[in-house]
Protein backbone atom coordinates (compact mmCIF):
# COMPACT_ATOMS: atom_id res chain seq x y z
CA UNK A 1 0.00 0.00 0.00
CA UNK A 2 1.54 3.34 -1.15
CA UNK A 3 1.34 6.30 1.26
CA UNK A 4 1.65 9.54 -0.23
CA UNK A 5 3.22 12.71 1.24
CA UNK A 6 0.61 14.53 2.97
CA UNK A 7 1.09 18.07 4.96
CA UNK A 8 -1.91 19.68 6.38
CA UNK A 9 -3.14 23.20 4.82
CA UNK A 10 -5.35 25.95 5.50
CA UNK A 11 -5.92 27.43 1.93
CA UNK A 12 -9.31 29.05 0.90
CA UNK A 13 -11.47 26.91 -1.07
CA UNK A 14 -12.06 28.61 -4.69
CA UNK A 15 -15.75 28.70 -6.16
CA UNK A 16 -16.60 26.06 -8.21
CA UNK A 17 -17.28 26.53 -11.79
CA UNK A 18 -20.84 27.36 -11.35
CA UNK A 19 -21.28 29.52 -8.33
CA UNK A 20 -18.99 32.70 -7.36
CA UNK A 21 -21.06 34.19 -4.67
CA UNK A 22 -20.61 32.42 -1.32
CA UNK A 23 -23.99 30.61 -0.43
CA UNK A 24 -25.81 30.34 2.80
CA UNK A 25 -24.54 26.98 3.23
CA UNK A 26 -20.53 28.65 3.85
CA UNK A 27 -22.27 29.03 7.28
CA UNK A 28 -23.63 25.81 7.60
CA UNK A 29 -22.20 24.40 11.08
CA UNK A 30 -20.40 21.70 9.12
CA UNK A 31 -18.26 24.58 7.49
CA UNK A 32 -16.13 24.78 10.67
CA UNK A 33 -14.82 21.43 10.16
CA UNK A 34 -13.73 21.70 6.93
CA UNK A 35 -10.18 20.60 6.42
CA UNK A 36 -7.87 20.81 3.32
CA UNK A 37 -5.17 18.95 3.00
CA UNK A 38 -1.63 18.59 0.64
CA UNK A 39 -0.39 15.63 -0.59
CA UNK A 40 1.38 14.09 -4.14
CA UNK A 41 -0.96 11.72 -6.42
CA UNK A 42 0.04 9.54 -8.59
CA UNK A 43 0.50 10.52 -12.15
CA UNK A 44 1.14 8.73 -15.58
CA UNK A 45 4.98 9.16 -15.76
CA UNK A 46 5.93 12.27 -18.47
CA UNK A 47 7.70 9.48 -20.91
CA UNK A 48 8.53 10.88 -24.36
CA UNK A 49 7.73 7.05 -25.05
CA UNK A 50 3.85 8.17 -24.83
CA UNK A 51 3.80 10.18 -27.65
CA UNK A 52 4.06 7.24 -30.23
CA UNK A 53 2.99 4.30 -28.23
CA UNK A 54 -0.49 3.92 -26.49
CA UNK A 55 0.08 3.29 -22.71
CA UNK A 56 -1.51 -0.74 -22.37
CA UNK A 57 -2.58 -1.90 -19.19
CA UNK A 58 -2.66 -5.50 -17.71
CA UNK A 59 -5.68 -6.36 -15.50
CA UNK A 60 -5.51 -7.17 -12.77
CA UNK A 61 -2.33 -6.17 -12.29
CA UNK A 62 -0.97 -9.08 -10.14
CA UNK A 63 -1.11 -11.32 -12.71
CA UNK A 64 0.90 -9.71 -15.40
CA UNK A 65 3.82 -12.22 -15.09
CA UNK A 66 5.35 -11.05 -18.41
CA UNK A 67 5.67 -7.15 -17.63
CA UNK A 68 3.37 -6.65 -20.52
CA UNK A 69 2.39 -3.49 -19.26
CA UNK A 70 4.20 0.22 -20.39
CA UNK A 71 2.28 2.08 -17.78
CA UNK A 72 4.66 3.78 -15.25
CA UNK A 73 3.59 6.26 -13.20
CA UNK A 74 5.16 9.02 -10.70
CA UNK A 75 4.12 11.34 -8.04
CA UNK A 76 2.98 14.53 -8.74
CA UNK A 77 4.08 18.18 -7.02
CA UNK A 78 2.05 18.47 -3.82
CA UNK A 79 -1.79 19.23 -4.73
CA UNK A 80 -4.31 21.05 -2.10
CA UNK A 81 -6.78 18.57 -1.89
CA UNK A 82 -9.88 21.01 -0.87
CA UNK A 83 -12.63 19.85 1.72
CA UNK A 84 -16.57 20.50 0.44
CA UNK A 85 -18.07 19.90 4.05
CA UNK A 86 -20.42 22.19 4.52
CA UNK A 87 -19.81 23.78 0.87
CA UNK A 88 -21.40 20.61 -1.31
CA UNK A 89 -24.43 21.98 -2.20
CA UNK A 90 -21.97 24.32 -4.51
CA UNK A 91 -21.15 21.51 -7.08
CA UNK A 92 -23.18 19.67 -10.10
CA UNK A 93 -23.15 16.98 -12.34
CA UNK A 94 -23.13 19.06 -14.83
CA UNK A 95 -21.19 22.18 -14.22
CA UNK A 96 -18.16 20.28 -12.00
CA UNK A 97 -18.90 16.05 -13.32
CA UNK A 98 -19.93 15.75 -9.64
CA UNK A 99 -22.14 15.76 -6.55
CA UNK A 100 -22.30 15.18 -2.73
CA UNK A 101 -25.95 14.41 -1.11
CA UNK A 102 -27.19 13.60 1.55
CA UNK A 103 -28.98 10.08 1.29
CA UNK A 104 -28.89 7.99 4.60
CA UNK A 105 -29.57 4.00 4.04
CA UNK A 106 -30.80 1.71 6.67
CA UNK A 107 -29.19 -1.37 4.68
CA UNK A 108 -26.57 -3.34 6.24
CA UNK A 109 -26.40 -6.52 4.55
CA UNK A 110 -22.86 -5.27 2.40
CA UNK A 111 -22.15 -9.28 2.12
CA UNK A 112 -24.99 -10.46 0.81
CA UNK A 113 -25.36 -10.35 -2.93
CA UNK A 114 -28.94 -10.96 -3.13
CA UNK A 115 -29.79 -8.30 -0.72
CA UNK A 116 -27.72 -5.94 -2.24
CA UNK A 117 -29.48 -6.91 -5.25
CA UNK A 118 -33.07 -7.19 -3.84
CA UNK A 119 -32.82 -4.34 -1.67
CA UNK A 120 -29.92 -1.39 -2.28
CA UNK A 121 -29.77 -1.10 -5.58
CA UNK A 122 -33.66 -0.04 -5.31
CA UNK A 123 -32.54 2.57 -3.29
CA UNK A 124 -30.02 3.87 -5.64
CA UNK A 125 -32.82 3.68 -8.12
CA UNK A 126 -34.83 6.14 -6.61
CA UNK A 127 -31.59 7.95 -5.63
CA UNK A 128 -30.90 9.01 -8.70
CA UNK A 129 -34.16 9.77 -10.32
CA UNK A 130 -34.22 12.38 -7.60
CA UNK A 131 -30.73 14.12 -7.94
CA UNK A 132 -30.38 13.40 -11.93
CA UNK A 133 -32.67 15.13 -14.68
CA UNK A 134 -33.71 13.19 -17.44
CA UNK A 135 -33.73 9.50 -15.90
CA UNK A 136 -36.09 8.15 -18.10
CA UNK A 137 -34.00 4.50 -18.24
CA UNK A 138 -31.62 3.22 -15.47
CA UNK A 139 -29.59 -0.04 -15.97
CA UNK A 140 -27.04 -0.71 -13.50
CA UNK A 141 -23.88 -3.11 -14.71
CA UNK A 142 -21.10 -2.84 -12.16
CA UNK A 143 -19.85 -2.69 -8.91
CA UNK A 144 -16.88 -2.62 -6.53
CA UNK A 145 -16.83 -2.92 -3.03
CA UNK A 146 -14.34 -2.90 -0.26
CA UNK A 147 -14.68 -4.13 3.08
CA UNK A 148 -12.22 -5.10 6.03
CA UNK A 149 -10.74 -8.23 6.00
CA UNK A 150 -11.92 -9.00 2.82
CA UNK A 151 -9.93 -12.33 1.06
CA UNK A 152 -9.02 -11.14 -2.42
CA UNK A 153 -12.36 -12.52 -3.75
CA UNK A 154 -14.02 -11.14 -6.65
CA UNK A 155 -17.37 -11.06 -7.90
CA UNK A 156 -18.71 -11.17 -11.22
CA UNK A 157 -20.34 -8.23 -11.92
CA UNK A 158 -19.05 -7.28 -7.84
CA UNK A 159 -15.47 -6.82 -7.52
CA UNK A 160 -13.35 -6.90 -4.06
CA UNK A 161 -10.69 -3.93 -5.27
CA UNK A 162 -7.91 -2.42 -3.23
CA UNK A 163 -7.98 1.34 -3.46
CA UNK A 164 -7.04 2.77 -6.90
CA UNK A 165 -4.41 4.68 -5.86
CA UNK A 166 -4.04 6.09 -9.28
CA UNK A 167 -5.43 9.49 -11.27
CA UNK A 168 -7.66 7.91 -13.90
CA UNK A 169 -10.75 8.07 -15.42
CA UNK A 170 -12.84 4.69 -15.30
CA UNK A 171 -13.41 4.95 -19.25
CA UNK A 172 -13.33 7.01 -22.11
CA UNK A 173 -15.89 7.49 -25.06
CA UNK A 174 -14.95 4.14 -26.84
CA UNK A 175 -15.15 2.05 -23.87
CA UNK A 176 -18.72 3.65 -22.98
CA UNK A 177 -19.97 3.65 -26.83
CA UNK A 178 -19.03 -0.55 -26.83
CA UNK A 179 -20.61 -0.67 -23.15
CA UNK A 180 -23.85 0.77 -24.11
CA UNK A 181 -24.30 -1.50 -27.32
CA UNK A 182 -22.99 -4.76 -25.46
CA UNK A 183 -25.83 -4.39 -22.46
CA UNK A 184 -28.99 -2.61 -24.59
CA UNK A 185 -27.73 -4.58 -27.96
CA UNK A 186 -30.87 -3.15 -30.73
CA UNK A 187 -31.73 -0.19 -28.28
CA UNK A 188 -28.16 1.07 -28.12
CA UNK A 189 -28.59 3.46 -31.86
CA UNK A 190 -31.90 5.06 -30.21
CA UNK A 191 -30.13 5.67 -26.81
CA UNK A 192 -27.32 7.25 -28.41
CA UNK A 193 -29.54 9.47 -30.31
CA UNK A 194 -30.47 11.04 -27.01
CA UNK A 195 -28.15 11.17 -24.10
CA UNK A 196 -26.75 8.50 -22.51
CA UNK A 197 -24.11 8.84 -19.31
CA UNK A 198 -22.38 6.80 -16.81
CA UNK A 199 -22.69 7.99 -13.40
CA UNK A 200 -20.64 6.13 -10.43
CA UNK A 201 -22.25 6.54 -6.74
CA UNK A 202 -19.82 5.95 -4.20
CA UNK A 203 -20.41 6.00 -0.63
CA UNK A 204 -18.86 4.76 2.64
CA UNK A 205 -20.01 1.58 4.42
CA UNK A 206 -20.41 0.97 8.08
CA UNK A 207 -17.95 4.21 9.44
CA UNK A 208 -16.77 7.02 8.05
CA UNK A 209 -13.44 7.46 5.71
CA UNK A 210 -10.47 8.09 8.47
CA UNK A 211 -7.70 6.59 6.36
CA UNK A 212 -8.18 6.82 2.77
CA UNK A 213 -10.04 9.74 0.71
CA UNK A 214 -11.69 9.66 -2.76
CA UNK A 215 -10.68 12.71 -4.54
CA UNK A 216 -12.51 13.72 -7.53
CA UNK A 217 -11.02 16.81 -9.99
CA UNK A 218 -13.42 19.61 -10.89
CA UNK A 219 -14.57 18.00 -14.81
CA UNK A 220 -15.54 21.89 -15.80
CA UNK A 221 -11.61 22.72 -15.60
CA UNK A 222 -10.57 19.46 -17.78
CA UNK A 223 -9.13 20.99 -20.93
CA UNK A 224 -8.61 18.49 -24.30
CA UNK A 225 -5.44 16.53 -23.86
CA UNK A 226 -5.46 16.15 -20.19
CA UNK A 227 -7.02 12.49 -20.23
CA UNK A 228 -4.99 10.20 -22.56
CA UNK A 229 -6.78 6.70 -23.45
CA UNK A 230 -5.10 3.41 -22.23
CA UNK A 231 -5.97 0.18 -23.27
CA UNK A 232 -6.30 -2.32 -20.94
CA UNK A 233 -6.00 -6.36 -21.42
CA UNK A 234 -6.83 -9.48 -19.60
CA UNK A 235 -4.21 -11.04 -18.11
CA UNK A 236 -5.48 -14.57 -18.61
CA UNK A 237 -5.87 -13.77 -21.79
CA UNK A 238 -3.91 -10.95 -23.17
CA UNK A 239 -6.70 -9.83 -25.22
CA UNK A 240 -7.71 -6.38 -24.98
CA UNK A 241 -11.14 -6.03 -22.52
CA UNK A 242 -12.05 -1.96 -22.51
CA UNK A 243 -10.35 1.46 -21.95
CA UNK A 244 -9.41 3.93 -19.27
CA UNK A 245 -8.13 7.36 -19.01
CA UNK A 246 -4.92 8.53 -17.32
CA UNK A 247 -3.62 11.93 -16.70
CA UNK A 248 -0.39 13.39 -16.74
CA UNK A 249 0.84 16.15 -13.74
CA UNK A 250 0.18 19.48 -15.15
CA UNK A 251 -0.55 22.21 -12.56
CA UNK A 252 -3.81 23.53 -12.73
CA UNK A 253 -6.14 20.45 -11.72
CA UNK A 254 -9.00 21.37 -8.94
CA UNK A 255 -9.17 18.55 -6.76
CA UNK A 256 -11.69 18.07 -3.58
CA UNK A 257 -12.62 15.87 -1.53
CA UNK A 258 -14.92 15.09 1.74
CA UNK A 259 -12.96 14.77 5.19
CA UNK A 260 -14.61 12.22 7.39
CA UNK A 261 -17.23 11.07 4.87
CA UNK A 262 -19.89 9.42 6.26
CA UNK A 263 -22.50 6.37 5.00
CA UNK A 264 -25.32 8.75 4.45
CA UNK A 265 -22.27 11.48 2.27
CA UNK A 266 -22.72 9.95 -0.92
CA UNK A 267 -20.65 10.68 -4.17
CA UNK A 268 -21.84 11.10 -7.42
CA UNK A 269 -19.68 11.51 -10.26
CA UNK A 270 -19.68 11.02 -14.01
CA UNK A 271 -17.67 8.67 -15.92
CA UNK A 272 -18.75 9.93 -19.34
CA UNK A 273 -21.65 12.06 -20.73
CA UNK A 274 -22.92 12.06 -24.84
CA UNK A 275 -24.12 15.91 -24.05
CA UNK A 276 -21.78 18.10 -25.76
CA UNK A 277 -23.11 21.14 -24.56
CA UNK A 278 -22.08 20.94 -20.72
CA UNK A 279 -19.08 22.12 -19.27
CA UNK A 280 -18.08 18.56 -17.55
CA UNK A 281 -18.09 15.51 -19.32
CA UNK A 282 -16.20 12.97 -17.20
CA UNK A 283 -13.76 13.43 -14.32
CA UNK A 284 -10.70 12.69 -12.83
CA UNK A 285 -10.72 10.99 -9.48
CA UNK A 286 -8.44 8.73 -6.99
CA UNK A 287 -7.66 7.35 -3.83
CA UNK A 288 -5.20 9.17 -1.70
CA UNK A 289 -3.63 8.25 1.70
CA UNK A 290 -4.49 11.12 4.43
CA UNK A 291 -2.05 12.24 6.39
CA UNK A 292 -0.74 9.85 9.07
CA UNK A 293 -1.39 12.90 12.00
CA UNK A 294 -5.24 13.11 11.37
CA UNK A 295 -5.75 9.24 11.38
CA UNK A 296 -7.56 8.68 14.62
CA UNK A 297 -5.23 6.10 16.69
CA UNK A 298 -6.87 2.49 16.09
CA UNK A 299 -9.33 3.86 12.90
CA UNK A 300 -10.72 0.98 10.80
CA UNK A 301 -9.98 1.06 7.15
CA UNK A 302 -11.96 2.48 4.50
CA UNK A 303 -15.14 0.38 3.56
CA UNK A 304 -17.05 1.64 0.38
CA UNK A 305 -19.41 0.39 -2.18
CA UNK A 306 -19.42 1.75 -5.40
CA UNK A 307 -22.00 1.09 -7.92
CA UNK A 308 -21.45 2.16 -12.11
CA UNK A 309 -25.18 2.85 -13.48
CA UNK A 310 -25.90 3.74 -17.07
CA UNK A 311 -28.40 6.57 -17.30
CA UNK A 312 -30.64 7.38 -20.57
CA UNK A 313 -32.38 10.11 -21.66
CA UNK A 314 -34.98 9.40 -24.42
CA UNK A 315 -34.73 11.53 -27.76
CA UNK A 316 -37.37 14.24 -28.54
CA UNK A 317 -39.90 13.01 -30.30
CA UNK A 318 -42.12 9.80 -30.15
CA UNK A 319 -41.10 7.62 -27.32
CA UNK A 320 -40.27 3.50 -27.54
CA UNK A 321 -43.37 1.55 -27.26
CA UNK A 322 -42.17 -0.47 -24.85
CA UNK A 323 -40.65 1.69 -21.94
CA UNK A 324 -40.96 -1.31 -19.53
CA UNK A 325 -37.23 -2.20 -18.69
CA UNK A 326 -35.38 -5.17 -17.94
CA UNK A 327 -33.77 -6.35 -14.90
CA UNK A 328 -30.87 -4.54 -14.57
CA UNK A 329 -27.50 -7.00 -15.39
CA UNK A 330 -25.81 -6.12 -12.18
CA UNK A 331 -28.80 -7.65 -10.65
CA UNK A 332 -28.60 -10.46 -12.38
CA UNK A 333 -25.08 -11.33 -11.57
CA UNK A 334 -25.81 -10.07 -7.80
CA UNK A 335 -29.04 -13.05 -7.22
CA UNK A 336 -26.80 -15.70 -8.93
CA UNK A 337 -24.01 -14.86 -6.27
CA UNK A 338 -21.62 -15.92 -9.39
CA UNK A 339 -18.58 -16.23 -6.85
CA UNK A 340 -15.29 -16.89 -8.04
CA UNK A 341 -12.58 -16.97 -5.72
CA UNK A 342 -8.74 -15.41 -6.89
CA UNK A 343 -7.14 -19.28 -6.45
CA UNK A 344 -9.52 -20.43 -9.54
CA UNK A 345 -7.87 -17.98 -12.07
CA UNK A 346 -4.25 -17.50 -10.59
CA UNK A 347 -1.35 -19.44 -7.87
CA UNK A 348 -0.93 -17.90 -4.26
CA UNK A 349 2.41 -17.08 -5.62
CA UNK A 350 0.47 -14.59 -8.32
CA UNK A 351 -1.85 -12.90 -5.55
CA UNK A 352 1.33 -12.33 -3.83
CA UNK A 353 2.00 -9.91 -6.75
CA UNK A 354 -1.07 -7.65 -6.03
CA UNK A 355 0.70 -4.82 -4.48
CA UNK A 356 4.34 -5.19 -6.36
CA UNK A 357 4.36 -2.34 -8.52
CA UNK A 358 3.41 -0.46 -5.44
CA UNK A 359 7.17 -1.48 -3.66
CA UNK A 360 8.64 1.49 -4.80
CA UNK A 361 5.91 3.68 -2.98
CA UNK A 362 5.85 1.47 0.02
CA UNK A 363 10.06 2.41 0.50
CA UNK A 364 9.78 5.90 -0.18
CA UNK A 365 6.69 6.19 2.12
CA UNK A 366 8.60 4.21 4.73
CA UNK A 367 11.70 6.94 4.14
CA UNK A 368 9.05 10.11 4.19
CA UNK A 369 7.90 8.57 7.51
CA UNK A 370 11.38 8.41 8.90
CA UNK A 371 12.08 11.55 7.21
CA UNK A 372 8.78 13.23 8.94
CA UNK A 373 10.43 11.64 12.70
CA UNK A 374 13.91 13.56 11.94
CA UNK A 375 12.48 16.78 11.27
CA UNK A 376 10.19 16.46 14.42
CA UNK A 377 13.04 15.31 16.11
CA UNK A 378 15.02 18.70 14.94
CA UNK A 379 12.12 20.55 16.04
CA UNK A 380 11.91 19.05 19.43
CA UNK A 381 15.86 19.66 19.58
CA UNK A 382 15.64 23.38 18.24
CA UNK A 383 13.17 24.12 20.50
CA UNK A 384 15.56 22.80 23.62
CA UNK A 385 18.46 24.91 22.15
CA UNK A 386 16.90 28.02 22.26
CA UNK A 387 15.04 26.99 25.87
CA UNK A 388 18.27 26.30 26.88
CA UNK A 389 20.32 29.34 25.47
CA UNK A 390 17.91 31.38 27.36
CA UNK A 391 18.04 29.63 30.16
CA UNK A 392 21.77 29.48 30.14
CA UNK A 393 21.27 33.46 29.36
CA UNK A 394 19.16 33.82 32.47
CA UNK A 395 21.84 31.89 35.06
CA UNK A 396 24.49 34.06 33.97
CA UNK A 397 22.31 37.01 34.81
CA UNK A 398 21.33 35.13 38.02
CA UNK A 399 24.54 34.33 38.99
CA UNK A 400 25.45 38.19 38.40
CA UNK A 401 22.48 38.77 41.00
CA UNK A 402 24.14 36.32 43.15
CA UNK A 403 27.29 38.03 43.22
CA UNK A 404 25.98 41.23 44.01
CA UNK A 405 23.81 39.90 47.13
CA UNK A 406 26.88 38.07 48.04
CA UNK A 407 28.57 41.68 48.19
CA UNK A 408 25.39 43.30 49.71
CA UNK A 409 25.41 40.28 52.20
CA UNK A 410 28.71 41.28 53.57
CA UNK A 411 28.08 44.49 53.82
CA UNK A 412 24.77 44.04 55.46
CA UNK A 413 26.56 41.90 58.24
CA UNK A 414 29.41 44.78 58.12
CA UNK A 415 26.67 47.17 59.19
CA UNK A 416 25.15 44.54 61.41
CA UNK A 417 28.33 44.51 63.29
CA UNK A 418 28.44 47.96 63.71
CA UNK A 419 25.05 48.09 65.24
CA UNK A 420 25.36 44.92 68.05
CA UNK A 421 28.81 47.29 68.82
CA UNK A 422 26.31 50.13 69.46
CA UNK A 423 23.48 48.44 70.86
CA UNK A 424 26.27 46.70 73.19
CA UNK A 425 27.33 50.34 74.21
CA UNK A 426 23.93 51.88 74.80
CA UNK A 427 22.65 48.49 76.99
CA UNK A 428 25.87 49.18 78.80
CA UNK A 429 25.22 52.96 79.78
CA UNK A 430 21.72 51.90 80.35
CA UNK A 431 22.83 49.51 83.11
CA UNK A 432 24.79 52.31 84.35
CA UNK A 433 21.61 55.31 84.11
CA UNK A 434 19.33 52.17 86.32
CA UNK A 435 22.28 51.33 88.72
CA UNK A 436 21.83 55.45 89.23
CA UNK A 437 18.40 55.77 89.94
CA UNK A 438 19.24 53.00 92.93
CA UNK A 439 20.93 55.44 94.80
CA UNK A 440 18.86 59.04 95.23
CA UNK A 441 20.50 61.81 96.54
CA UNK A 442 19.69 62.89 99.97
CA UNK A 443 20.02 66.24 99.45
CA UNK A 444 20.57 68.90 96.91
CA UNK A 445 23.34 71.58 97.23
CA UNK A 446 21.51 74.93 97.45
CA UNK A 447 22.62 78.00 95.71
CA UNK A 448 20.43 80.87 97.25
CA UNK A 449 23.12 83.43 95.46
CA UNK A 450 23.06 81.85 92.37
CA UNK A 451 23.28 84.16 88.88
CA UNK A 452 22.67 83.58 85.69
CA UNK A 453 25.00 84.71 82.66
CA UNK A 454 22.04 85.27 80.63
CA UNK A 455 17.93 85.15 81.03
CA UNK A 456 18.24 82.86 78.04
CA UNK A 457 20.84 80.27 79.99
CA UNK A 458 18.56 78.17 82.60
CA UNK A 459 20.12 77.61 86.33
CA UNK A 460 22.30 74.47 86.52
CA UNK A 461 20.80 71.83 88.98
CA UNK A 462 24.29 70.80 91.01
CA UNK A 463 24.10 66.92 91.56
CA UNK A 464 26.93 66.58 93.51
CA UNK A 465 29.58 66.48 91.17
CA UNK A 466 28.01 63.72 89.41
CA UNK A 467 25.30 65.25 86.55
CA UNK A 468 24.34 69.02 85.78
CA UNK A 469 21.05 68.84 84.52
CA UNK A 470 19.72 72.19 82.07
CA UNK A 471 18.35 73.35 79.11
CA UNK A 472 19.66 69.90 77.07
CA UNK A 473 17.12 68.05 79.80
CA UNK A 474 14.27 69.41 78.40
CA UNK A 475 13.46 71.69 81.39
CA UNK A 476 13.87 75.19 82.11
CA UNK A 477 13.99 76.72 85.46
CA UNK A 478 12.74 80.79 85.52
CA UNK A 479 15.49 83.40 87.91
CA UNK A 480 15.58 82.27 91.91
CA UNK A 481 13.85 79.00 91.04
CA UNK A 482 14.49 76.58 93.89
CA UNK A 483 13.16 72.85 93.22
CA UNK A 484 11.49 71.32 96.45
CA UNK A 485 12.40 67.62 95.64
CA UNK A 486 15.26 67.69 93.28
CA UNK A 487 15.71 64.07 93.63
CA UNK A 488 12.34 63.67 92.27
CA UNK A 489 13.55 65.98 89.27
CA UNK A 490 16.61 63.65 88.52
CA UNK A 491 14.95 60.40 88.75
CA UNK A 492 11.98 61.64 85.95
CA UNK A 493 15.10 62.88 83.90
CA UNK A 494 16.99 59.45 84.26
CA UNK A 495 13.67 57.31 83.39
CA UNK A 496 12.99 59.80 80.28
CA UNK A 497 16.64 59.48 78.57
CA UNK A 498 16.61 55.43 79.44
CA UNK A 499 12.82 55.12 78.00
CA UNK A 500 14.68 57.18 74.87
CA UNK A 501 17.76 54.63 75.11
CA UNK A 502 15.55 51.70 74.57
CA UNK A 503 13.87 52.91 71.86
CA UNK A 504 16.92 53.30 69.88
CA UNK A 505 17.71 50.35 71.12
CA UNK A 506 14.67 48.56 70.13
CA UNK A 507 14.74 50.68 66.20
CA UNK A 508 18.65 49.36 65.99
CA UNK A 509 17.06 45.37 66.69
CA UNK A 510 14.52 45.96 63.86
CA UNK A 511 17.08 47.10 61.50
CA UNK A 512 18.94 44.67 62.02
CA UNK A 513 16.27 41.77 62.01
CA UNK A 514 15.33 43.00 58.92
CA UNK A 515 18.85 43.69 56.85
CA UNK A 516 19.33 40.07 57.97
CA UNK A 517 15.58 38.83 57.31
CA UNK A 518 16.60 40.29 53.69
CA UNK A 519 20.37 38.24 53.16
CA UNK A 520 18.72 35.16 54.27
CA UNK A 521 16.38 35.57 50.98
CA UNK A 522 18.67 36.34 48.86
CA UNK A 523 20.84 33.67 50.16
CA UNK A 524 17.72 31.12 49.27
CA UNK A 525 17.51 32.92 45.96
CA UNK A 526 21.21 32.43 45.30
CA UNK A 527 20.43 28.32 46.37
CA UNK A 528 17.58 28.27 43.60
CA UNK A 529 19.78 29.76 41.08
CA UNK A 530 22.07 27.16 41.53
CA UNK A 531 19.04 24.18 41.47
CA UNK A 532 17.94 25.99 37.80
CA UNK A 533 21.74 25.76 36.96
CA UNK A 534 21.61 22.34 37.24
CA UNK A 535 18.71 21.42 35.68
CA UNK A 536 19.49 23.11 32.35
CA UNK A 537 22.55 20.61 32.75
CA UNK A 538 20.34 18.16 32.67
CA UNK A 539 18.44 19.74 29.07
CA UNK A 540 21.60 19.61 27.39
CA UNK A 541 22.46 15.99 28.38
CA UNK A 542 19.03 15.59 27.02
CA UNK A 543 19.76 17.65 23.68
CA UNK A 544 23.11 15.70 22.94
CA UNK A 545 21.07 12.59 22.85
CA UNK A 546 18.61 13.94 20.81
CA UNK A 547 21.05 15.09 18.36
CA UNK A 548 22.83 11.29 19.16
CA UNK A 549 19.26 9.60 18.16
CA UNK A 550 19.03 12.25 14.79
CA UNK A 551 22.23 11.44 13.87
CA UNK A 552 21.64 7.63 14.00
CA UNK A 553 17.98 8.07 12.22
CA UNK A 554 20.04 9.86 9.35
CA UNK A 555 22.65 7.43 8.90
CA UNK A 556 20.02 4.48 8.60
Known amino acids: MATKSAIASSTVVPVPTQQRAVSGNAYDPEHARRKDIKVRLQYLKDDPIYRSVKPIQITPNFADKEKRTNVKLESGEPETIMDVRGLHERFTLDQNGFAYVKAPTKFEHWSSQPRIAEEYLPELESLLKHEVDGCDEIYFYDARIRQAGDDGVRVSGLSYNPFARQVHADNTERSVLEKIHNLTEIKADY ?58 YKPGYCWYYCSEQAEEDVLLFKNFDTAINVPARTVLHTAFDLPPEDVPPGAPTRESIEVRALIFTYPAGPKPLSSAQSEHPLAVQLKASD ?102 RAELHEQPEQTLESEDSPP ?16 RFQPGYRPENANAIEKELLTQRIERQDQEVQKLKNNSVSSAAETASKAWQASVDEAVRREREKDAVLIKTLQDEIKSLRAA
Open 339 to 440: LRHVDDEQSITDRLRTDIDEADEVKDAVLLLRRQEIRRLERVRDALIRERDGLQSELRKASTERDLFKMELASAQGQLRIQAGRISLLESETRDLQRQLQFP
Open 191 to 248: YLSGRARIINIWRPIKHPVYDCGLAIADGGLLKEGDIIECDRHKAETGKYWDTMGVAK
Open 460 to 475: SISTGGVRTYGEEDGL
